[in-house]
């Protein structure tokens, strides 16, 4: 088998890297997606200083999980009011990042409701512009950075959308740990936990080939040692860079492989549960590895390679490192009767992640 990687992000990584903004940037005009605290904490200030009058407009109002709600006048203000500018940049967690993304997609009317039912019909589609992203992740997490996928919510209709064009993918990556130096602890673990899932989404997964399990593999490596240190010394520059590599390396494995069943039930329990993202998508991972364990032997060798080859200790090493951060692994832990369990993970196969997913065509 030839294995194939792609992934066309110019990759920035290191502390203080920021700083490269205003060369990578030069002579363009910029439109900052950045989070609330950002001003508070001295980052726009910041932006402002390493591009000066070439950052043209901010938008630093984007709440977790960007919804339509707020994101249709968003859209449409940035639109009407810096419509010209050359790039945008994201410089957040993937909530700020994702939100970037569906700003950059123009349409001829400039409405956001003529994307939302181009994402409606589930179809590619040409957009009318789009712009150049630049994203700085400041959450060690999503991997948004290194990838075309953004994830819009409906959380009014229960709903949610995918966002993925050619054009979504980031032009440059700026991976600057310093940046994640002031996440709060229970941002820092669920960011990790989504980061542990994405690596381990893209072993148990149809697209995987060794080089997304050469990334992978590292990631949980890193992050099974480094997430509970971090969790107890935030302030570590150290720990803060290992976790920034190991969502990093996730985020390229997954970037090629996408994710799978974890994330299919993830977007359940988000929707119906209100379980934060990061959470919703690793309290299953040992539940998951169990299913997904005995389907294929070279998905076997590379859990094995980080597990061991005993599934029951493989289980149970995940369950202690998520029950020491404080995640619970039940579903009825969350409210959810064993009943409901079941039917929901019926359903998540059926969606397009749980389709990537080893296990997915025996169940
Ligand atoms: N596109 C993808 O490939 C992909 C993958 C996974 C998740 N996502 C999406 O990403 C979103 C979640 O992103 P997230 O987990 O990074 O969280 P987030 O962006 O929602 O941020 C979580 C919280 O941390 C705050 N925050 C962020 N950076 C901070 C910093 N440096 N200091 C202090 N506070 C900070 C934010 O304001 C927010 O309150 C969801 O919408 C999810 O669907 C996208």
């Known amino acids: 088998m030839t294995a194939r990687f792609h992934n066309p992000v110019d990759t920035r990584f290191g502390w203080g890297c920021l700083q490269d903004l205003a060369s990578i940037t030069a002579q363009q005009t910029v439109t900052l997606v950045t989070f609330p605290e950002a001003r508070a904490l001295g ?5 402002q200083a390493l591009l000066g009058e ?11 999980n960007p919804d339509v709600a707020q994101l249709r006048g968003t859209y449409e203000r940035f639109w009407q009011q810096a419509g010209s500018c050359d790039v945008v940049l994201a410089v957040g967690g993937g909530s700020a990042i994702d939100t970037a993304k569906a700003l950059i997609v123009g349409t001829e009317s400039g409405q956001f409701d003529e994307l ?16 150049t992203l630049i994203a700085a992740p400041t959450t060690a997490g999503t991997g948004s950075e290194v990838t075309p996928w953004a ?3 409906d959380s009014a209709s229960h709903k949610k959308y995918s966002l993925h064009l050619d054009c979504t993918w980031p032009k440059v990556a700026i991976v600057d740990p310093q940046l994640m ?8 673990v669920s960011t990790g936990l989504d980061a542990l899932s994405h690596a381990l989404e893209s072993i148990w997964n149809i697209n995987a080939n ?8 590292s990631a949980i490596e890193d992050i099974l040692e480094c997430l509970p240190q971090l969790r107890r010394d935030l302030g570590n520059p150290e720990l803060r860079s290992r976790m920034a590599l190991a969502a990093l390396k996730a985020g390229l494995a997954f970037s090629n492989t996408k994710t799978a069943l974890a994330h299919s039930i993830s977007y359940e329990m988000t929707l119906h549960h209100g379980l934060p993202h990061g959470i919703a998508c690793s309290f299953t991972l040992p539940l998951v590895l169990g299913l997904a364990w005995g389907h294929d032997a070279a998905r076997d060798r590379t859990l094995q390679r980080v597990f061991g080859d005993d599934l029951d200790k493989a289980q149970a090493q995940l369950r202690t490192f998520l029950h020491s951060l404080d995640v619970k692994t039940e579903f009825t832990d969350y409210g959810v009767t064993p009943t409901e369990a079941a039917a929901m ?12 997913f080893i296990g997915s065509r025996a169940a």
Do not use: M
Request: proline share 8%; charged share 15%.
């Open 43 to 47: 980052l726009v200030e910041r932006i």
């Open 54 to 64: 070439r950052l043209v407009y901010v938008v630093e109002d984007v709440q977790p």
């Open 116 to 131: 939302l039912a181009l994402l409606a019909t589930g179809q590619p589609f040409v957009p009318a512009h789009c712009k």
């Open 151 to 153: 994830t819009i919510w």
């Open 181 to 188: 130096l002031t996440v709060p602890a229970g941002v820092t």
């Open 210 to 217: 060794p080089v997304s399990d050469t990334f992978a593999v």
């Open 345 to 356: 993970i019926r359903f998540a196969l059926q969606g397009a992640r749980g389709k990537n």
